[in-house]
């Protein structure tokens, strides 16, 4: 720390530990207050129990979250294949072409991501290429918001990438196939992982971009969190959003032990 004395240190812990409680411990403390509550007409709810919850596991709320972690999968993995393709084409080419495709496969985050639904609404709503009305326009946006970050985390584990395990295997007669797959892509499962991981938890949790794009057939839990929220339904959408956050870090767990066991191989 940049504070030496007992009493600054005190200070600094005391501010930064009201910061968190209010910014971050606070409203996630509410949000579970309210899926727990019954009803809250005074200062904490009552009536505690898990009755939304049976209710954002049931007919609708079931069905929105299982279409979000499809989405988030479908999404992710081909975020995934095409963020490293490109990360890896990149790096052969020049100085230019890279830094073309580095702004490129970053747009969608520097533009508002309705900006990106509505792009994605208009350019595939016609034939030869219609996908409205489908569930495949809520997976093919989700995939565009995300790309950029399988792209930047794959980018980033090659800049480290020793390249002297590429170049032995070279010199030992291994072909670019070979290399590609028995050297580069073990090396980069730790990279892989982590970017999957990120895909899936912000494919998880999109609303903006869907909203522009889903059919009523394919409608993500965020969506239905967001029209609970309107109707009044707080304490359903509460519910809704516990499993939402619940079911993000399962699937995180599941990917870090696997990243876990591929930087230890």
């Known amino acids: 720390m940049l504070v030496w004395t007992r009493t600054g240190k005190a200070v600094v812990l005391t501010v930064f530990g009201l910061v968190v409680t209010i910014v971050f411990l606070a409203p996630i403390a509410t949000v579970l207050a309210a899926a727990l509550a019954g009803s ?14 049976r209710t954002a596991l049931s007919g609708d709320g079931a069905a929105s979250l299982s279409v ?13 294949v095409l963020g490293t393709w490109a990360a ?15 702004a490129v496969f970053h747009l969608p985050v520097a533009v508002p991501s309705v900006a990106i639904g ?18 495949w326009i809520v997976i093919l946006a989700h995939s565009v918001l ?5 792209f930047s985390a794959v980018g980033a584990a090659l ?3 020793d390249p002297g395990y590429r170049q032995a295997a070279q010199s030992l007669g291994a072909g670019p196939v070979r290399v590609l797959t028995l050297v580069t892509l073990p090396l980069l499962l730790p990279a892989l992982g982590a970017a999957a991981g990120l895909s899936i938890a912000l ?6 971009a869907t909203i522009m794009v889903y059919p009523a057939s394919w409608r993500t839990l965020p969506v239905s969190i967001f029209a609970q929220t309107d109707r009044g339904e707080v304490f359903d959408a509460a519910a809704g959003t516990c499993l939402l956050v619940m079911v993000t870090l399962i699937a995180l767990m599941v990917l870090g032990r696997l990243r876990g066991r591929a930087a230890v191989r």
Request: proline residues 5%.
């Open 40 to 53: 809250w007409t005074g200062p904490l709810p009552s009536d505690l129990g898990i009755a939304n919850f």
């Open 68 to 80: 979000s972690l499809q989405t988030a999968l479908l999404a992710g993995a081909v975020a995934l």
């Open 88 to 102: 890896l084409a990149a790096r052969e080419t020049p100085s230019w072409c890279r830094r073309l495709t580095d």
């Open 118 to 135: 509505l792009g994605v609404l208009i350019a595939f709503n016609e034939r030869p290429l219609l996908l409205g009305g489908t569930k």
């Open 146 to 150: 995300v790309l950029a970050y399988t």
């Open 159 to 161: 800049d480290r990438l």
């Open 203 to 208: 494919s998880m949790g999109e609303l903006g």
